[in-house]
């Protein structure tokens, strides 16, 4: 099974300032056949389900807006909100979909400072 | 609307049985590959199970193998999670979510159920 670790656990951001998730796969996910990194990440608001924002690594998600991106290939990948937002508050999970079983990070949970 | 309705959570003994269930509507339901994962209070998510678009492959995480079952009824719509051999750390809220067409990232998801298992 590939594990995903996630960094850190939490953090707190002052409104307008950048955050950054990393997120770290046991083994690669890039598929050499088509060049692509099957990793997404999604975020969860209290008492919502997960919303996706970002697949293939650094696609983003119709809706989403683009303070929100994604990079990094390979095992190490990155979620950067540019400038956080009141309603960025979340947790925030990266997930593999290379292989069976599919697997989540363990969440980083993103608040005000 | 595009949407996934799920249902049948509840409380149930350590040992029983429980099925919940997944209504979709607004998208071709039988196009997609279908998902469930789960949440345990608290605590992170965890990929349960998928089902290919006909049922033809099934896959489930190593902790629910031999207990679980999913299954798919494309005439109604509708996917369903049979779990047998309850325990205590199958305590969550669970999700049912469709995949991509272009792979296994998950574009939308259900409220989830609740199912407690505890005597």
């Known amino acids: 099974d590939i594990v995903m670790t996630q960094s850190p656990d939490s953090l707190a951001v002052s409104l307008g300032e950048r955050a950054t998730i990393n997120c770290k796969s046991s083994?690669?996910?890039?598929?050499?056949?088509?060049?692509?990194?099957?990793l997404a990440w999604y975020q969860q608001k209290p008492g919502q389900p997960p919303k996706l924002l970002i697949y293939?690594?650094?696609t983003r998600d119709s809706g989403v807006p683009d303070r929100f991106s994604g990079s990094g290939s390979g095992t190490d990948f990155t979620l950067t909100i540019s400038s956080l937002q009141a309603e960025d508050v979340a947790v925030y999970y990266c997930q593999q979909y290379y292989s069976t079983p599919l697997t989540f990070g363990g969440g980083t949970k993103v608040e005000i400072k | 609307e595009v949407q996934l309705v799920e249902s049948g959570g509840g409380l149930v003994q350590p040992g029983g049985s429980l099925r919940v269930s997944c209504e979709a509507s607004g998208f071709t339901f039988s196009s997609y590959w279908m998902t469930w994962v789960r949440q345990a209070p608290g605590k992170g998510l965890e990929w349960v199970a998928n089902?290919?678009?006909?049922?033809?492959?099934?896959y489930y995480v190593d902790s629910v193998k031999g207990r679980f079952t999913i299954s798919r009824d494309n005439a109604k719509n509708s996917l369903y999670l049979q779990m047998n051999s309850l325990r205590a750390e199958d305590t969550a809220v669970y999700y049912c979510a469709r995949d991509s067409v272009g792979g296994s990232y998950l574009p939308l998801w259900g409220q989830g159920t609740l199912v407690t298992v505890s005597s």
């Open positions: 089902i290919k678009q006909d049922g033809s492959e099934k």
């Open positions: 293939w690594a650094s």
């Open positions: 083994q690669s996910v890039l598929y050499s056949s088509n060049n692509r990194n099957y």
